[in-house]
């Protein structure tokens, strides 16, 4: 076997689900642009009336690919769609395309699944539960299979706070072969009333799926070589292949641009606790890291007992807080703000939940009621008080993460890494403990206001945002001011009448 991630992906053909989706393009682009991998056989969902091959033709023209297509014109040609879909028996793969799989793939990097927390429990079941079934049961008919690489999530086992790179199987009040069975037995809508007794202590769906993927791998894997990869919470990129590069609005991010417009205002949060981010390349390259390891370990040691685990997360020698996340965030108002904004941007952290919703009340719900009248004489559609009912799910579906701090366990990936030669190591960075927070949190927001915001980093373009954010500080200072003197007034008017 060659040495090196490089030399393990020479040649090789890859089996990629998720491959649509945020972390799949990133997976993707990183293969295509620094190893000679052979084929890229991505499972995709189909569309009605788009062809699945449309769907990665789109691929020239994402941001996220132009540092590969001007090095590599033609590296999408290697990229093959499956049609496929995880809610589907078997997969929803063709006789004639399962054949092909078993036939040719060596590596299978397996990242589909729902990541809403608030999914309906019959749904995460579906997706992350069964297709990890399913997705064993095909990779067990691979003929030419060297490495298999589930990803999962750092807060799989989020019931503790003291997170090994282990299975937690006890924490389960029913087994992932009893859940599944169950699933087959009774409807949709029985299951989805079932939710509050089959979670037991985990916080949704999304975690208490994720932690029962993890457990089918425990009962099912066998002797495929595979491994478990953690990652806490994913954010945009750091410096591959473009700085700051994101598609989706999922977690902090959202919070973070809806404060960039001046439409969130207040959220609630432990600002001590601990806040768990990771760059979305960093995450890619753990992921390669972990494929080269499981092959490189199988072939050293044969059979596998029991799939070892991966953890990405911040090091504890450079730990996040949320008040200095939000610091970070809020801080390139003055920098970079955005030429369409609401208000002016500011956030208050309430520590103590039970205060949160009476500060909601004055510092979005009122105001959105009075916005939401404003376009409704304006002969437009109202938005804003819809708008926060998303924004308060959003902040109530994050609270337990928000308000904890985890201590994750990470000595595998760090042995990882040191197994690595000085240029991969290079070329496939995940270094936590070195990650400057300040630079990344740039390179994030700078590639929020692009990427979501779609506003390009031009003097000018800069430059008005400045002009506007002076503008609503004005008003927002003279509207603070008029409110606490007329609050002042109040109180001095009641206490004449008191005396």
């Given amino acids: 076997m060659d040495n090196g991630i490089q030399g393990f992906f020479k040649n090789k053909t890859v089996f990629l689900t998720g491959g649509t989706g945020f972390l799949g393009k990133v997976v993707t682009e990183k293969l295509l642009r620094t190893t000679e991998v052979n084929r890229i056989y991505s499972l995709i969902r189909p569309k009605k009336g788009v062809p699945i091959q449309e769907r990665i033709s789109i691929w020239e023209k994402d941001p996220v690919f132009e540092v590969l297509l001007r090095t590599k014109p ?3 040609q290697r990229v093959c769609p499956i049609a496929g879909d995880c809610l589907a028996p078997d997969l929803g793969i063709s006789e004639s395309d399962r054949k092909i799989l078993a036939a040719e793939v060596h590596v299978v990097i397996h990242g589909a699944a729902t990541v809403r927390f608030d999914e309906a429990l019959h749904l995460a079941v579906a997706i992350n539960v069964r297709a990890t079934r399913l997705m064993l049961q095909l990779a067990k008919q691979m003929t030419q299979l060297v490495s298999y690489v589930h990803v999962s999530t750092a807060y799989s086992n989020c019931v503790v706070t003291d997170i090994a790179e282990r299975f937690y199987p006890e924490h389960l009040n029913c087994s992932s072969d009893k859940v599944l069975a169950l699933g087959d037995l009774v409807n949709n809508e029985t299951l989805d009333k079932m939710t509050p007794a089959l979670l037991g202590s985990f916080p949704n769906t999304y975690t208490y799926t994720k932690a029962l993927a993890e457990d ?32 989706n609005l999922y977690g902090p991010l959202a919070l973070c641009f809806g404060a960039a417009r001046g439409v969130m205002r207040v959220t609630t949060a432990d600002p001590e606790a601990k806040i768990n981010l990771v760059p979305a390349d960093y995450c890619v390259n753990v992921a390669l890291a972990c494929a080269w390891k499981t092959a490189e370990k199988s072939v050293e040691s044969g059979k596998v007992k029991r799939p070892p685990i991966y953890t990405l997360a911040p090091s504890e020698k450079n730990l996040v807080t949320n008040r200095e996340f939000i610091k970070l965030s809020v801080v390139y108002r003055d920098v970079i703000p955005l030429t369409k904004m609401l208000w002016y941007p500011f956030v208050l952290c309430i520590s103590n939940p039970s205060l949160f919703p009476l500060a909601a009340f004055f510092f979005h719900t009122l105001p959105g009621y009075f916005f ?36 994750f366990d990470s000595s ?65 200072y003279a509207l603070t001011s008029s409110l606490i003197s007329a609050a002042g007034f109040a109180l001095w008017s009641l206490a004449k009448l008191v005396v």
């Fill in 74 to 76: 033609d590296a999408l």
């Fill in 216 to 247: 089918v791998i425990l009962r099912e894997a066998g002797n495929l070589p595979l491994s478990i990869f953690r990652p806490a919470i994913i954010m945009s990129t750091y410096k591959e292949p473009l700085n700051g590069w994101v598609d």
């Fill in 372 to 407: 939401d009248a404003i376009l409704r004489l304006s002969g437009r559609k109202p938005l804003l008080v819809k708008l926060y009912r998303k924004i308060h799910k959003n902040i109530a579906v994050l609270g337990p993460f928000s308000s904890t701090t985890w201590k």
């Fill in 412 to 476: 595998n990936t760090m042995e990882l890494r040191q197994s690595m030669s000085k240029e991969d190591r290079n070329l496939f960075d995940f270094d936590m403990a070195r990650l400057d927070w300040s630079d990344y949190f740039k390179s994030a927001m700078y590639g929020m206001r692009l990427y979501i915001g779609k506003e390009q980093p031009t003097a000018e373009s800069i430059a008005k945002g400045l002009k506007l954010r002076m503008r609503l500080k004005i008003l927002h």
